[in-house]
């Protein structure tokens, strides 16, 4: 046990600084059309987006209609007919996701960011 708190010590203050140099911010999950790469109550890093992203395969941070919602890229301009800085995305858990199926193409403006990490619950910390 005295390691877990130790790595999420380590992974919080890691979280601090990276937040402070750059724009980091957390989010958490609500909902399940993430299943199974995220769970509801899972807590994210998520870094604002750079000049090449979002790229395919990507989990990003949707703001639409004044609601954060994590996706997946599936694709990107000139993929699927999209026009330049169009993005289709797509929740893991089809069944439960609101998402381009639905809406179509998100635009890349309201791609707030890129999903760096799940730093807790400690037990599933993961990269990605």
């Known amino acids: 046990m005295r390691k877990r708190t130790r790595a999420a010590a380590l992974v919080i203050g890691a979280f601090a600084l990276a937040r402070a140099r750059?724009?980091?911010f957390p989010v958490q999950v609500q909902g399940v059309s993430m299943l199974p790469t995220l769970r509801p109550g899972d807590f994210l890093a998520v870094r604002a987006?750079?000049?090449a992203e979002p790229r395919r395969g990507q989990l990003v941070v949707?703001?639409?209609r004044g609601l954060?919602?994590?996706k997946r890229v599936i694709a990107e301009p000139g993929e699927r007919a999209?026009?330049?800085d169009e993005f289709w995305v797509e929740g893991d858990n089809a069944a439960a996701s609101t998402d381009s199926r639905a809406s179509g193409p998100i635009p890349r403006d309201a791609i707030v960011g890129v999903v760096r990490a799940r730093y807790k619950p400690v037990r599933s910390m993961r990269r990605f």
């Open 49 to 51: 987006l750079r000049s």
């Open 68 to 70: 954060e919602i994590v």
């Open 22 to 24: 750059t724009k980091w």
């Open 82 to 84: 999209l026009h330049a």
């Open 62 to 64: 949707v703001r639409l």
